[in-house]
């Protein structure tokens, strides 16, 4: 008979070991591994599956063989490169995002997201039509453009007058062209990105006392990059097929939003602009709702308290 002392030293020593993860037998893929597609990797790699994962550049390939089973170089601007090994996967997550450059350019745009989808639905043309496949596409909120701050929903319309907002709908158009019967597509509107190395208060804080050269008027929306690893867990684990805001409950616009913050910490309010300066505007209380209702929880609910 094994007595209570037994049992309380096998405790301990089970209190120091990591939970236990059985391999899922699942094969997912992470198109583009930067910021989001790299925590992805992460928690994917703890559950257990055998992962793909893609960069654009040859010397992160060892970085990510920490991450993932198989890294690859794929950049949808150069044609030597190819999808095909999607083809026999489970899951795949399409996190690809334009290089970050001081500008915003539209031809880098319609190469990353245009031609990366195409390449994504030719590879995955060749693949049995009755085979099973959860795809998760991260798209953004800022297709909604400026709805003068009125709650949207997801239902609600898009801007296609924007440029760059045209090009990320005719994206979203194209991966949804893959959904059958068989075939899951999520489709995740994020917020702006927030979340370890990526400290938007303190960015915001930074302008304490100072002029913001944007509209304050206008509503963003915001996500913690946890809350997006979470909300792509959801995703695979529901079964979504559909299209989503993930957004926090964070509804200010930008000049409540740094008035609050200053006032948190006892700094001089930023001031902001009063009208529009030109740029791409997002201007919309973005709803969650309907990831609400399917019962997703997030871990950071708000950007500011
Ligand atoms: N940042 C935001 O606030 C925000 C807001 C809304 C939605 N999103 C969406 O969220 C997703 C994840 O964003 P993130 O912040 O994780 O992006 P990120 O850190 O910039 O990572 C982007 C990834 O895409 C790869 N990539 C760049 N150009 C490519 C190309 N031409 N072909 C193939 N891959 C390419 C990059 O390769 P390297 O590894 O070589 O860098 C990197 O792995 C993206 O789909 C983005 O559009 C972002």
Redesign the pocket.
Known sequence: MTSSADLASLYQLLATRGTPTLPSGERRAI???????EAVAQAWKQQGHELWG????PE?LTELANLVNNPLI????DSRCSLSFTQDLDGIL???????TSHVDLHQYQ??FL??VEQLLQALQQRPVSTPLQLVY?????VYGNRQGAVTAEDDPTDTDHPINAILVRAEEMISSLRSEHVNVCILR????YGPGRDIPAMLLGAAGGLIQRNGLNVPCWIHRDDIVSGVDFAFKQGLSDTFNLVNDTQFNGQELTDRLCEQSGLPLARWLTTDTGDRVLNARVSNAKLKRLGFRWSHRCLVG
């Open positions: 198109l583009g591994c930067g910021y989001v597609g893609t960069t654009t550049r992160r794929f950049d949808s601007t399409v996190s690809f995002a334009p290089s970050k190469q990353t031609q990366g991260l798209s953004s909120c800022g994020l917020g702006g990105i």
